[in-house]
C-alpha cells in the first residue's frame, strides 16, 4: 500500500489537496483543543475558518505552519510530511507559503519596502536592483501608492497597512497565503476592498488562501468553502453546504441576523467586483470558476 505522503503527493500532482491535516491532536496542559481532527485544502480554493472564540483557528493555522508542533497527527503541505522535513526542506517549503497575522504583521521600525525586502533577502540572492524591482511589484499588486514603500507602518493607514503585509507576505511568490483575520479593524468599505484585493490575487496568481475570519461579509463574498471548527473537529463545506448540518452554532452563525444579513449584501460584493474589472482596476483574471461564479451573484 502506498504511504499516506505518497498518497498526498499524488493528490497534489492531480491538482487536489496542498494541505492535509489528518488525524491532529493539539493539548495544551489538560485542554485537548483539537482532538483527530481531518482537515484538508485544495490547490487554488479559498478556504475560510470560522469557530466560536478558543475553538483552536488560529492555534491550527500556526499549526499547519510549523509554529505549534501538534501533539499528535500528521500535516502534509504540498505533499511533504512538515514532521519530517530537514531544515533546509522546511526552509524551501516556507518559500512557498505566504502569512499575513492580525498583529505583529510588519516590523515598526522597518518601512514597507524594508519589510516586503526581508523574507526576499532571507530566501533569495537576487541583486539589489532586483530587489528593489519586486518590492515595487509588490506595491503595486496590491494597490499601495509608490510612496508608501518608504513609509514607516506607523504612517500607514490600517487598510493600507494590512496590504503591506499582505505585499511582504506574498514577496516570494508564495502559492498559499494563511490570514489571521485579516478584515479585523477595518471598517467595511476598507473590508470589501481587501476582499476584493484578495479574490483578484487569488484569481491573477492562483493563490490558495486559508483565512480565518470572523467577517461574515467575507465568507460570502469570497470563500469557496469554509471549515467550522466545533466540539475540537471540523465540518468543512460551502455555506450552503454547511446550513444543512443540524447544528446549533452553525444555526446560529449562519441563520442568525448578522448571517442573514451577510448573505444579502453578498450581491453587492459581486457587483463590486465585476464592476473593478469592467472598469479594467481589476489585474487581467482566468475565468471565475463555477463556484466563485455562484459566490459573485
Ligand atoms: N501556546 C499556548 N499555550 C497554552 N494554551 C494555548 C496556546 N495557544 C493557544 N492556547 C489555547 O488554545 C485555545 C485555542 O486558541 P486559539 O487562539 O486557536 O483560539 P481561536 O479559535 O483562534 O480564538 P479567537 O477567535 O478568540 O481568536 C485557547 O483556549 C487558548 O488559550
Request: some cysteine.
Given at each position: 500500500m502506498a504511504s499516506s505522503n505518497e498518497t498526498a503527493q499524488d493528490q497534489v500532482t492531480n491538482g487536489q489537496t496542498v494541505i492535509n491535516v489528518s488525524r491532529l491532536r493539539n493539548k495544551f496542559g489538560t485542554q485537548v483543543v483539537h482532538d483527530q481532527l481531518d482537515f484538508s485544502v485544495r490547490r487554488g480554493e479559498v478556504m475560510g475558518i470560522v469557530g466560536g472564540s478558543g475553538t483552536g483557528k488560529s492555534v491550527l493555522l500556526r499549526t499547519i505552519i510549523g509554529l505549534n508542533r501538534p501533539s499528535s497527527g500528521l500535516i502534509e503541505v504540498f505533499g511533504k510530511d512538515t514532521s519530517k522535513l530537514s531544515v533546509r526542506e522546511a526552509r524551501a517549503l516556507q518559500a512557498r507559503w505566504g502569512v499575513l497575522f492580525q498583529d505583529g504583521a510588519l516590523f515598526s521600525s522597518l518601512t514597507v519596502a524594508q519589510n516586503i525586502e526581508a523574507p526576499i533577502k532571507e530566501h533569495t540572492r537576487l541583486s539589489k536592483q532586483l530587489r528593489q524591482e519586486l518590492i515595487d511589484v509588490k506595491v503595486s499588486m496590491v494597490g499601495l501608492p509608490a510612496d508608501a514603500a518608504n513609509k514607516y507602518p506607523s504612517e500607514l493607514s490600517g487598510g493600507m497597512r494590512k496590504r503591506a503585509g499582505l505585499a511582504r507576505a506574498l514577496a516570494l511568490d508564495a502559492e498559499i497565503v494563511f490570514l489571521d483575520e485579516p478584515t479585523a479593524g477595518l471598517d467595511p468599505i476598507g473590508a470589501a476592498k481587501f476582499d476584493e484585493l484578495i479574490l483578484e490575487l487569488q484569481a491573477t496568481l492562483g493563490l490558495t488562501v486559508v483565512?480565518?475570519?470572523?467577517?461574515?461579509?467575507?465568507?460570502?463574498?469570497?470563500?469557496?468553502?469554509?471549515?467550522?471548527?466545533?466540539?475540537?473537529?471540523?465540518?468543512?463545506?460551502?455555506?450552503?453546504?454547511?446550513?444543512?448540518?443540524?447544528?446549533?452554532?452553525?444555526?446560529?452563525?449562519?441563520?442568525?441576523?448578522?448571517?442573514?444579513?451577510?448573505?444579502?449584501?453578498?450581491?453587492?460584493?459581486?457587483?463590486?467586483?465585476?464592476?473593478?474589472?469592467?472598469?479594467?482596476?481589476?489585474?487581467?483574471?482566468?475565468?471565475?470558476?463555477?463556484?466563485?461564479?455562484?459566490?459573485?451573484?
Open positions: 483565512m480565518v475570519t470572523h467577517d461574515l461579509d467575507s465568507l460570502h463574498a469570497i470563500c469557496d468553502r469554509v471549515a467550522v471548527l466545533l466540539n475540537k473537529k471540523v465540518k468543512v463545506g460551502t455555506i450552503a453546504e454547511l446550513i444543512q448540518e443540524p447544528d446549533p452554532w452553525i444555526d446560529e452563525y449562519f441563520k442568525g441576523p448578522r448571517g442573514r444579513a451577510a448573505e444579502t449584501a453578498k450581491t453587492h460584493a459581486g457587483h463590486h467586483i465585476g464592476k473593478a474589472a469592467q472598469a479594467g482596476t481589476a489585474p487581467v483574471t482566468p475565468a471565475p470558476t463555477q463556484k466563485r461564479q455562484e459566490h459573485l451573484g
